[in-house]
Nanobody, 114 residues
């Protein structure tokens, strides 16, 4: 009955920004590292960003480093990913993950167009 609900995706112009959200139901965030993944057409799901439990240690893939920010609100079981200066390579379906669990939501799609 664990449910992950990603949202915030949509259509965005190159150079634009958006913030993705992931809410977990029946699975607490507080004790786990949170991760965002992206799955692009023809590619495997890849890690984009992560944030550890406190103290919050953040990691970013090279593709988004310097223009993204991951943050969490454990009280609301929510993790966010802010993407700035979006490029075509950012397009794909974004998924969140709680630690090393294997629960996946439907993801939220980011489409980039000019």
């Amino acid at each position: 009955q664990v449910q992950l609900v990603e949202s915030g995706g949509g259509l965005v112009h190159p150079g634009g920004s958006l913030t993705l959200s992931c809410v977990a139901h029946r699975l607490a965030f507080s004790g786990s590292e949170m991760r965002w993944y992206r799955q692009s057409l023809g590619k495997e799901r890849e890690l984009v960003a992560s944030i550890s439990k406190r103290p919050s240690i953040r990691t970013y893939a090279d593709s988004v480093k310097g223009r993204s920010f991951i943050y969490r609100d454990d009280a609301e079981n929510t993790v966010y990913l802010q993407l700035n200066r979006v490029t075509l390579e950012d397009a794909g379906v974004y998924y969140c993950r709680v630690g090393d669990s294997n629960f996946w939501g439907r993801g939220t799609q980011v489409s980039v167009f000019s």
